[in-house]
């Protein structure tokens, strides 16, 4: 017995010390790059798909390809990682070329396509595009990174200058610094949309119907690491080597407590520009990612994102040579089932804001050669331009008040079909609501608040083409006050605003009982709580005996975190939960 555990410890030893032996000299070439770079790219063997899953919460794993993980780490991240006693190989930072980056400040040259412009030369650009094309295009700074560079957005657009009811559509490239083809990418097609519109009929319609936002570079502070004149030696990360793809309030569970100021921007400019259609430009390999990344069940619109992601993929075999974005599922996966991610801004813009967005990887190459851009898009463009359109198809119209003809916020949900916030909401402005749908047979309810619920039954969707459905909601009778006072059953509505920021209105109805007099007929005691996503009672708004009536509650959530709440109503019989989602 002792014998044997005299030989088990000295395996077990033996063991740790090769791994030691093996590691240590790697751990000191991670050194190396996390105090030069404040991050470290290297890969490592898993075998098994939760264990991977499990260290995607530790680190970013940026690819995963047969048993061989890829990823990077910053200092603290790393030295997580290094717990794990997981052999591993640092390998040379993509950022980091060894080839000429032909950085470029002259218009004139840059338009070639085939160099990288300097930060200012872009900046100069991108406001010289609103410049020369002032009613097509408008230029939108989100907001400064860490480091006080700007998030710019080209807005395109007929009538650019003037709200019209159009859906938004929207581009962002680069949030990972050092995956720099869709950087030019955009901006060329920025350039291309801009003076192809009268000329090419595609995009003159496009560019009539749609509002199209695009953000060449999510994270200049990445890409110019190493100052404004170059992009060698850019990294992953923001300025603070976090990783904006891993940043955002999580899905499957909150728990992203320090976001990050480009974060914090584009979360703010999601919920005031209400992009319906989006996609976010990467680079490493070569595919289109739909949703989820981080649950292994189906988006509820699963069969639409398979056909648009297909499309991209097939358009582009079409242009490109036989081994360009021909891998996973030729092309395309699901974000789940290439590797689990907490905290993408794909899965936060569906799940929070009700878009549509899929993470597109472009280029093998992070930080591509410059001579292959222009190559590269020739294989994309076509795809580019036809994914944008997706934005008008589907089931789409204005909601309006039946006797006011004012637009209506109200909510669009397609029973027995949507799931996870696939839902979608028209805008107060105009009333438009965009539902991209695979082709079929739905069942629509429209409801807001204050309103009789319709539900309109068998729409039509065809693919590629728009059903156009106007709808009118009839206000619940209307008293002096505007307030139902004799409703006819129990109602929760949902939450308005939502998400919101930091107080919303809760409102429900309590109906006269039926055939019940006295004491009994005149209340009916009635809670309404408020509830954290883990289950726990965190506010109570109400707990006592009401009358029949309409009720109106504010919950004024200044001390709570951001997260998902739920409200739950209960009354004589009647109970009923909604959930609302708190951004700050
Ligand atoms: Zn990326």
Redesign the pocket.
């Known amino acids: 017995m002792r014998t044997i555990l005299y030989i088990f410890i000295t395996l077990t030893l033996l063991t740790i010390n090769n791994y030691s032996q093996q590691n240590s000299c790697e751990i000191k070439k991670a050194y190396e790059y996390l105090e030069s770079k404040g991050e470290v790219y290297f890969s490592f063997m898993v075998f098994d798909k939760a264990r991977l899953n499990d260290i995607s919460k530790i680190i970013s794993i940026d690819n995963f390809s047969g048993e061989t993980a890829f990823a990077y780490a910053n200092k603290q991240e790393f030295e997580e990682f290094l717990k794990l006693d997981i052999p591993f190989t640092v390998l040379p930072h993509p950022g980091d070329a060894e080839f000429d980056v032909k950085m470029k400040s002259s218009p004139e040259e840059i338009l070639e396509w085939d160099v990288y412009p300097t930060y200012d030369a872009y900046i100069a650009m991108m406001n010289q595009f609103a410049a020369d094309f002032p009613n097509l295009c408008r230029i939108v700074n989100i907001g400064s990174t860490v480091q006080g560079r700007q998030m710019l957005f080209a807005v395109i657009s007929d009538n650019v200058n003037t709200p019209e009811p159009e859906p938004k559509a929207m581009y962002t490239s680069s949030m990972?610094g050092d995956?720099t083809t869709g950087y030019v990418l955009m901006l060329r097609l920025i350039h291309t949309l801009l003076n192809s519109y009268n000329s090419n009929t595609q995009i003159t319609q496009l560019v009539n119907n749609a509002e199209i936002w695009i953000n060449p570079l999510a994270n200049p502070d990445g890409t110019y690491r190493t100052g404004n004149n170059t992009v060698n030696g850019a990294i992953r990360g923001n300025a603070n080597n976090v990783d904006l793809?891993r940043n955002y309030p999580g899905t499957d569970y909150y728990g992203n407590p320090n976001l990050q100021p480009e974060i914090i921007n584009f979360m703010n400019a999601s919920g005031q520009y209400y992009w319906r259609l989006s996609a976010n430009f990467?680079g490493?390999t070569e595919v289109v990612n739909y949703p989820w990344d981080c649950w292994a069940r189906l988006a509820a619109d699963d069969a639409w994102w398979v056909r648009v992601s297909r499309k991209f993929a097939d358009t582009v075999h079409q242009y490109a040579p036989s081994n360009y974005m021909n891998e996973y599922v030729n092309g395309i996966t699901n974000g789940y089932a290439w590797y689990y991610v907490h905290g993408s801004r794909q899965d936060y813009q569906i799940y929070y804001r009700h878009g549509r967005e899929s993470t597109i990887e472009i280029s093998d190459t992070k930080l591509l050669p410059p001579a292959q851009l222009p190559a590269h898009w020739e294989y994309l463009y076509r795809s580019l331009i036809g994914y944008l359109e997706q934005v008008q198809y589907g089931i789409k119209g204005q909601v309006t008040d039946s006797v006011t003809n004012l637009p209506l916020k109200a909510k669009i949900s397609i029973s027995g079909f949507d799931i996870d916030s696939s839902e979608v909401y028209s805008d107060s402005l105009f009333g438009m609501y965009y539902r991209m749908i695979i082709a079929g047979t739905y069942n629509l309810t429209f409801s807001a608040p204050g309103y009789y619920s319709k539900t309109i039954q068998n729409v039509s969707a065809v693919n590629d083409q728009a059903t156009v459905l106007n709808v009118k909601l009839q206000p619940i009778i209307n008293g002096i006050s505007g307030i139902n006072n004799q409703p006819q059953e129990f109602r929760l509505y949902q939450n308005y605003p939502n998400p919101f920021n930091p107080s919303t209105t809760i409102n429900f109805e309590i109906p006269l009982s039926r055939g019940v007099s006295g004491e009994a007929g005149r209340g009916v005691f009635t809670s309404l709580k408020i509830y954290d996503v883990l289950g726990n009672e965190i506010a109570v708004l109400v707990n006592s005996k009401l009358t029949p009536g309409t009720y109106e509650y504010q919950w004024d959530a200044t001390n709570y975190p951001s997260g998902v709440y739920f409200y739950k109503l209960t009354t004589g019989d009647f109970s009923a939960v909604n959930k609302m989602i708190l951004i700050k």
């Open positions: 990972h995956e793809n990467h490493g």
